[in-house]
Nanobody, 119 residues
Framework: VQLQAFGGGLVQAGGYLRVSCYAA????????MAWFRQAPGKEREFVGG????????YYADTVKVRFTLSRGNAKNTVYLQMNSLKPEDTAVYYC?????????????WGRGTLVTVSS
């Protein structure tokens, strides 16, 4: 399973950004997908996850309401729409995939994409 995240960049506080993750797999719809992030000097943390069909989404309390996950199974892509960004959202964002129902403990990881939010 190969995962490629892209779309990171520099944005001002209060702005928005969408990052995407393409999965080079067959039967993408069978994978639960998730986003994690790691800020400088901090541990990696869960941001959000989406079930295999996309019927259920899960979010960390710190991003709930501001961030939205979606998936396009026909394009093997999962999206993370980030609104009302804050400087504390600055991190490397990683997408991950799971064949299990638990998106919090994925089996596969992609390289991250850097999101920087300036104050």
């Amino acid at each position: 399973v190969q995962l490629q995240a892209f779309g990171g960049g520099l944005v001002q506080a209060g702005g928005y950004l969408r990052v995407s993750c393409y999965a080079a797999v067959t039967c993408f719809s069978r994978y639960g997908m998730a986003w994690f992030r790691q800020a400088p000097g901090k541990e990696r943390e869960f941001v959000g996850g989406i079930s295999v069909i996309g019927a259920r989404t899960y979010y960390a309390d710190t991003v709930k309401v501001r961030f939205t996950l979606s998936r396009g199974n026909a394009k093997n892509t999962v999206y993370l729409q980030m609104n009302s960004l804050k400087p504390e959202d600055t991190a490397v964002y990683y997408c991950a995939a799971s064949t299990r129902s638990n998106v919090y403990v994925p089996e596969y990881w992609g390289r991250g994409t850097l999101v920087t939010v300036s104050s």
